[in-house]
């Protein structure tokens, strides 16, 4: 009988034994040496034996299964604080970090990933794991043991047998997050909260199901310390059976900035979420010598790179109104670090926005940096008891009309509402529009209110006096201004379509329709077919531009403009200009005019413009000190010419007005 106990509990050792390794090269290593099959059927096996014996080794991977969930998580204090990282964002920031370093001795320095997770820390007694925690607050965290319990990246006994305390973060690897994603009824928006919440979650089969890991990267408590360097540290975590994330040993700060620098380049295609790079002095008699401030260690700085995403929240929802009399929503969020940028606005994009992503005031919300200037809303990362509600407002904030809903966008139906129409003078007179010089959104604002400006048309019939006796507005200006309006009237189509302001037509389309109808009113009496078999616009762009012109109000805007005197003219076709074919390299100095504008003139006449001479190079335009550019043409025996003779073609190549202008 008892000899059968033994044979039992010998193959249960052994089963327990080889399944850790199996574990451990699996989890730990990323290198498994046997397939899944095999190990199901080893781990099968045990789960028979332990059942029928009632017995459960302390290091069976049976125990990695978590449990009940719990009702709420026990304090745990930390047997030694766990000190957060100082940071550095500048390279100055970085060097006084060094100098403070080198003035206490002399030391290698290690560079580690900065893995963005939740901090952990694993208890150790008498070889044993005895206890997971958060870091909390430094002192006193949460006893997550049963959630942790679920994760393999660990091993449940460590051949040192004083009292350990390992620290790493539990991290949620972006290709799991991925697959998550792609099924789960509510998607997690980012790694780090994903980590956060799957480690935090009262029930570890959920913890279990979401598949975080725990990296591992410093020891932080040891009854018998003998460790004398980071390098050694790692070894032993590593020897233990700790999952470690790699690093590597710097000699000198120039190796340290080195390693930052490709961490900053490796970090982007790696499938672990990091923020930035941790420099620690490898010495530990150094790091004794530099001691902690009341928050940090002195001998470990965190280099941070710009974060893209940062967590804030809702305090107040600003409506703002824009040409088309859309309604936009700009939140106004705490103060918050983002991208090099301190981020005071976020957008939320339009009222259905808001209630998609359930953004209410007082919400702590996910914001990203994107393209644009202004960060978007990604979603709400929890409400508090006294979160309310953003309600769409119902009258106009500027002028009390009542508004209406399309899509997922109120609108203001009022067309002289103040923002309104300040944006469509904005956007009228602006580059790529008219490009009015001196018309600022400020004098958009002033002429509405001074000067009763309601429409674009308006700003070619000013009263000079009114306009005179405008506060800042002196003789000078005044004149420029009106010469700069009067200017604006000799206008490529393109740019007039632009300044019409049509939802939808930026540049490009602006671009395509003037090539495409030569003219407003060739544009005017397109169908919604014609417009749809041009390339780039799609039936809903084909209608707003319908609808646009079949607007009595806009037609009559128009008619105004081209009585006012506007003249629009077609840029000459690309292919059929002076410069078509040329690879031109401009050099030297123009007297006539900045070399960015001839650039632009030689392009739009069908030019490619270099900035070297090469082979392929056709034409050098040459200033006065011209240089080893002029040299290298004339060595290729590549055409030369002289400011004179460029402003010959330039002048020669003058296109004719479009029909608009009559
Ligand atoms: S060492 C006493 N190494 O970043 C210094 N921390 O902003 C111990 N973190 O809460 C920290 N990656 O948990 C260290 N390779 C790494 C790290 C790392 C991420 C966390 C750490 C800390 C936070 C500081």
Same mark, same amino acid.
């Given at each position: 009988?008892? @000899?059968?106990?033994?044979?039992?509990?010998?193959?249960?050792?052994?089963?327990?034994?080889?399944?850790?390794?199996?574990?451990?090269?699996?989890?730990?290593?990323?290198?498994?040496?046997?397939?899944?099959?095999?190990?199901?059927?080893?781990?099968?096996?045990?789960?028979?034996?332990?059942?029928?014996?009632?017995v459960?080794?302390f290091?069976?991977?049976?125990?990695?299964?978590?449990?009940?969930?719990?009702?709420?998580?026990?304090?745990?204090?930390?047997?030694?604080?766990?000190?957060?990282?100082?940071?550095?964002?500048?390279?100055?920031?970085l060097?006084?970090?060094?100098?403070?370093?080198?003035?206490?001795?002399?030391?290698?320095?290690?560079?580690?990933?900065?893995?963005?997770?939740?901090? !952990?820390?694993?208890?150790?007694?008498?070889?044993?794991?005895?206890?997971?925690?958060?870091?909390?607050?430094?002192?006193?965290?949460?006893?997550?043991?049963?959630?942790?319990?679920?994760?393999?990246?660990?091993?449940?006994?460590?051949?040192?047998?004083?009292?350990?305390?390992?620290?790493?973060?539990?991290?949620?690897?972006?290709?799991?997050?991925?697959?998550?994603?792609?099924?789960?009824?509510?998607?997690?928006?980012?790694?780090?909260?994903?980590?956060?919440?799957?480690?935090?979650?009262?029930?570890?089969?959920?913890?279990?199901?979401?598949?975080?890991?725990?990296?591992?990267?410093?020891?932080?408590?040891?009854?018998?310390?003998?460790?004398?360097?980071?390098?050694?540290?790692?070894?032993?975590l590593?020897?233990?059976?700790?999952?470690?994330?790699?690093?590597?040993l710097?000699?000198?700060?120039?190796?340290?900035?080195?390693?930052?620098?490709?961490?900053?380049?490796?970090?982007?295609?790696?499938?672990?979420?990091?923020?930035?790079?941790v420099?620690?002095?490898?010495?530990?008699?150094?790091?004794?010598? $530099?001691?902690?401030?009341?928050?940090?260690?002195?001998?470990?700085?965190?280099?941070?790179?710009?974060?893209?995403?940062?967590?804030?929240?809702?305090?107040?929802?600003?409506?703002?109104?824009?040409?088309?009399?859309?309604?936009?929503?700009?939140?106004?969020?705490?103060?918050?670090?983002?991208?090099?940028?301190?981020?005071?606005?976020?957008?939320?994009?339009?009222?259905?926005?808001?209630?998609r992503?359930?953004?209410?005031?007082?919400?702590?919300?996910?914001?990203?940096?994107?393209?644009?200037?202004?960060?978007?809303?990604?979603?709400?990362?929890?409400?508090?008891?006294?979160?309310?509600?953003?309600?769409?407002?119902?009258?106009?904030?500027?002028?009390?009309?009542?508004?209406?809903? @399309?899509?997922?966008?109120?609108?203001?139906?009022?067309?002289?509402?103040?923002?309104?129409?300040?944006?469509?003078?904005?956007?009228?007179?602006?580059?790529?529009? !008219?490009?009015?010089?001196?018309?600022?959104?400020?004098?958009?604002?002033?002429?509405?209110?001074?000067?009763?400006?309601?429409?674009?048309?308006? $700003?070619?019939?000013?009263?000079?006096?009114?306009?005179?006796?405008?506060?800042?507005?002196?003789?000078?200006k005044?004149?420029?201004?009106l010469?700069?309006?009067?200017?604006?009237?000799?206008?490529?189509?393109?740019?007039?379509?632009f300044?019409?302001g049509?939802?939808?037509?930026?540049?490009?389309?602006?671009?395509?329709?003037?090539?495409?109808?030569?003219?407003?009113?060739?544009?005017?009496?397109?169908?919604? @077919?014609?417009?749809?078999? !041009?390339?780039?616009?799609?039936?809903?762009?084909?209608?707003?531009?319908?609808?646009?012109?079949?607007?009595?109000?806009?037609?009559?805007?128009?008619?105004?403009?081209?009585?006012?005197?506007?003249?629009?003219?077609?840029?000459?076709?690309?292919?059929?200009?002076?410069?078509?074919?040329q690879?031109?390299v $401009?050099?030297?100095?123009?007297?006539?005019?900045k070399?960015?504008?001839?650039?632009?003139?030689?392009?739009?006449?069908?030019?490619?413009?270099?900035?070297?001479?090469?082979?392929?190079?056709?034409?050098?335009?040459?200033?006065?000190?011209?240089?080893?550019?002029?040299?290298?043409?004339?060595?290729?025996?590549?055409?030369?010419?002289? @400011?004179?003779?460029?402003?010959?073609?330039?002048?020669e190549?003058?296109?004719?007005?479009?029909?608009?202008?009559?």
């Amino acid at each position: 009988m008892d @000899e059968k106990r033994d044979n039992v509990s010998e193959e249960m050792r052994t089963l327990v034994d080889t399944l850790n390794r199996w574990g451990h090269e699996y989890y730990v290593l990323d290198a498994p040496s046997v397939p899944d099959a095999e190990y199901d059927k080893a781990y099968a096996r045990l789960q028979r034996l332990e059942r029928e014996s009632g017995v459960r080794l302390f290091d069976s991977p049976t125990r990695r299964v978590g449990g009940e969930p719990v009702k709420t998580f026990a304090r745990h204090a930390h047997i030694a604080r766990l000190y957060s990282l100082d940071k550095a964002v500048t390279e100055d920031e970085l060097d006084a970090f060094f100098t403070r370093v080198s003035k206490a001795g002399e030391s290698a320095y290690t560079v580690e990933y900065k893995l963005d997770g939740l901090t !952990m820390c694993l208890t150790y007694e008498g070889g044993r794991f005895v206890r997971a925690a958060t870091r909390g607050n430094g002192v006193e965290g949460e006893d997550v043991t049963a959630q942790v319990l679920t994760m393999h990246s660990f091993p449940l006994t460590v051949s040192y047998k004083g009292t350990l305390e390992v620290k790493g973060e539990a991290i949620i690897r972006l290709s799991v997050l991925a697959e998550y994603n792609r099924t789960a009824a509510e998607p997690l928006k980012n790694a780090r909260n994903a980590a956060a919440g799957a480690v935090r979650n009262l029930d570890p089969a959920v913890t279990a199901s979401r598949r975080p890991e725990i990296l591992f990267y410093d020891v932080n408590y040891m009854s018998e310390p003998f460790l004398s360097t980071q390098e050694e540290a790692f070894a032993f975590l590593q020897r233990e059976g700790f999952k470690t994330f790699g690093h590597r040993l710097c000699r000198t700060p120039q190796e340290v900035r080195e390693a930052i620098d490709d961490i900053e380049v490796t970090r982007k295609s790696i499938d672990v979420l990091t923020d930035g790079a941790v420099v620690k002095v490898n010495d530990f008699s150094l790091r004794e010598k $530099l001691g902690y401030t009341d928050k940090f260690p002195r001998w470990a700085i965190a280099y941070k790179f710009e974060a893209e995403e940062a967590e804030t929240v809702v305090r107040e929802v600003r409506w703002q109104v824009g040409r088309t009399g859309k309604l936009t929503p700009l939140a106004v969020v705490d103060p918050v670090e983002l991208a090099g940028a301190t981020v005071r606005r976020a957008t939320l994009n339009n009222i259905g926005d808001i209630r998609r992503k359930d953004v209410r005031i007082g919400s702590t919300v996910l914001i990203r940096r994107s393209n644009e200037v202004i960060p978007e809303i990604l979603g709400a990362v929890s409400h508090t008891g006294e979160s309310v509600q953003i309600a769409p407002p119902e009258r106009c904030p500027y002028c009390g009309a009542a508004l209406y809903e @399309e899509g997922a966008n109120l609108f203001c139906p009022d067309r002289a509402c103040r923002p309104r129409v300040a944006a469509q003078l904005s956007n009228f007179a602006g580059k790529g529009g !008219m490009d009015i010089e001196g018309f600022s959104e400020m004098t958009a604002y002033l002429f509405y209110d001074k000067l009763n400006v309601r429409r674009c048309s308006d $700003l070619y019939f000013l009263d000079k006096k009114a306009l005179s006796e405008l506060e800042g507005f002196g003789a000078k200006k005044v004149r420029n201004l009106l010469s700069a309006i009067e200017g604006s009237k000799n206008v490529p189509l393109e740019n007039f379509l632009f300044a019409l302001g049509i939802g939808g037509i930026g540049k490009v389309a602006s671009r395509d329709l003037a090539e495409r109808f030569g003219s407003v009113q060739a544009l005017s009496e397109a169908t919604a @077919e014609q417009l749809v078999e !041009m390339e780039n616009i799609g039936e809903k762009t084909a209608a707003n531009i319908v609808g646009w012109f079949a607007d009595e109000e806009n037609a009559a805007e128009v008619s105004r403009l081209l009585s006012a005197g506007i003249r629009p003219y077609v840029k000459a076709r690309v292919s059929e200009g002076a410069f078509a074919g040329q690879s031109v390299v $401009l050099t030297g100095t123009l007297a006539s005019m900045k070399r960015g504008d001839a650039q632009a003139k030689i392009e739009a006449l069908g030019g490619v413009c270099q900035s070297a001479v090469t082979s392929k190079t056709t034409l050098v335009v040459a200033g006065e000190a011209a240089g080893s550019k002029l040299a290298k043409a004339q060595a290729l025996g590549i055409r030369v010419i002289g @400011e004179e003779e460029f402003l010959k073609i330039l002048s020669e190549s003058v296109s004719a007005p479009s029909a608009d202008a009559k």
